[in-house]
């Protein structure tokens, strides 16, 4: 009897994904994020170099180390003071549920940081539970209101999205509900696709237009965000920076969605760690590296990947997957309502059908009760508060008085990739691999 091998190209996943296109004649979507079946260089291939005999490290329990963060200095007339450098990125009123809105906002309020609206306007309870709310402009202008917009702290223009760069926003019809309906003046039940690119502006030359609008929208007072998702990073950034970004945020291909075509997720973009590092140059090449702040987004799990990106030059760092963990997503509880839509703890990436079992990614009012708003805000607010405590040791230990006086010499590349993309030399050695 011949030994029995199954193909490597064409692996049982790969297999059933053909029969399901073969009778549905659909292609798959799903929410959460990339599932990282391939190996690519991330923050996990850098370590830090605490100090020794070369440099001084800080005393934890009596030399501080500031974590301030200023956003917004370029051209804004109140720009945005946050206490940590960890901030909650936009995800909807729609794709989220009321309770998750507000449990985020709330938990980020109580350590002094910020969160994002999303696509579809503004959750009235958000605003009101924030100490600093951005409100994203998106393509599709779904619950776009200029009311809301002169009562947010900053306005971030996104262009894309790291899951789904080039391709537009998605919101199914079964969370599409009657409150989400009305909010975004859509059908019930409907699916909502929005547009790829903005109705207003075609390139980076009409861009500048429209910032200048948003900035007499909101009469120069707040900063203006542009965003997008890392594709041609060096190139975006630039044009951003000439727009007249007041900061600029970059989310990396590890970036988590509500729903998006799962090809996106696993074969657009460039990780999180490129990203980084082409921001900068951009930054740098064009004179305002300090001047124009740069957010990094797109997989950031802890404070170590925190601080990995601040020391590459992120000024901060967005987190959206890592926050709704943290509120329980894929917690082992209610297993019998994971494997009711095909998942199970720890592997359910079916944000998408609305039917979240613990009450994140839904609508269902039912559902929505298992997600305690006051509880859930006190897991995010512990969470952040990690997050930072992290961030400090690793710059504490490093001789930094300041997160953000983390620098690329404070790390070394635990692997060629890395080695290469940062421009670090490998652990080891002096040699910094394709210079």
């Known amino acids: 009897m011949p030994e029995l091998q199954a193909s490597g190209i064409f692996a049982a996943r790969v297999i059933e994904d053909i029969q399901s296109k073969a009778d549905s004649g659909l292609y798959a979507i799903r929410g959460f994020g990339t599932l990282r079946e391939r190996r690519w260089a991330t923050f996990d291939d850098l370590t830090f170099l605490p100090c020794s005999l070369t440099r001084i490290p800080l005393e934890g329990y009596r030399e501080k180390c500031s974590t301030k963060t200023v956003l917004g200095k370029r051209f804004a007339k109140k720009p945005i003071e946050l206490d940590i450098p960890v901030m909650i990125t936009g995800m909807s009123w729609g794709a989220l549920s009321y309770n998750a809105k507000v449990a985020l906002a709330k938990g980020a309020a109580a350590v002094g940081s910020s969160n994002t609206t999303g696509d579809g306007g503004m959750l009235k309870a958000e605003r009101e539970n924030s100490r600093t709310l951005i409100y994203e402009v998106l393509p599709s202008r779904y619950g776009i209101n200029i009311h809301d917009m002169r009562i947010a702290d900053a306005i971030e223009l996104t262009i894309g999205q790291g899951a ?246 404070d790390m070394a590349a635990l692997t060629l990739e890395a080695s290469a993309i940062c421009n670090l030399p490998l652990a080891g050695t002096r040699k910094v691999f394709g210079r």
């Open 164 to 409: 789904k760069p080039g391709t537009g926003g998605l919101l199914l019809g079964s969370k599409v509900s009657d409150r989400i309906a009305e909010q975004r003046d859509l059908p019930i039940g409907v699916d909502q696709r929005s547009p790829a690119r903005h109705p207003d502006f075609l390139g980076p030359d009409d861009m500048i237009i429209k910032v200048e609008e948003l900035r007499e929208a909101t009469d120069w007072q707040v900063p203006i965000f542009i965003k997008m998702g890392a594709s041609r990073v060096y190139d975006d950034v630039k044009l951003a920076v000439k727009a007249g970004a007041d900061v600029v945020v970059v989310d990396g291909m590890e970036g988590g969605t509500g729903a998006s075509p799962a090809i996106f997720q696993e074969h657009t973009g460039i990780p999180t760690l490129a990203a980084v590092c082409e921001a900068r140059a951009a930054l740098q090449d064009s004179g305002v590296y300090g001047e124009v702040q740069l957010i990094i987004a797109g997989g950031i799990r802890d404070g170590v990947d925190a601080a990995k990106a601040m020391a590459l030059g992120a000024d901060a760092c967005y987190i959206g997957t890592a926050s709704l963990i943290a509120l329980n997503c894929n917690k082992p509880i209610y297993e019998e309502d994971y494997r009711a839509i095909g998942a199970a703890p720890y592997a359910c990436h079916h944000c998408h059908t609305g039917r979240c079992p613990v009450g994140i990614t839904t609508q269902d009012r039912e559902l929505m009760k298992r997600l305690d708003i006051e509880e859930g805000a006190e897991r995010v607010r512990n969470f952040l508060r990690t997050m930072t405590l992290e961030i400090q040791m690793l710059a504490r230990s490093c001789g930094k008085s300041d997160v953000h006086h983390l620098e690329p010499e």
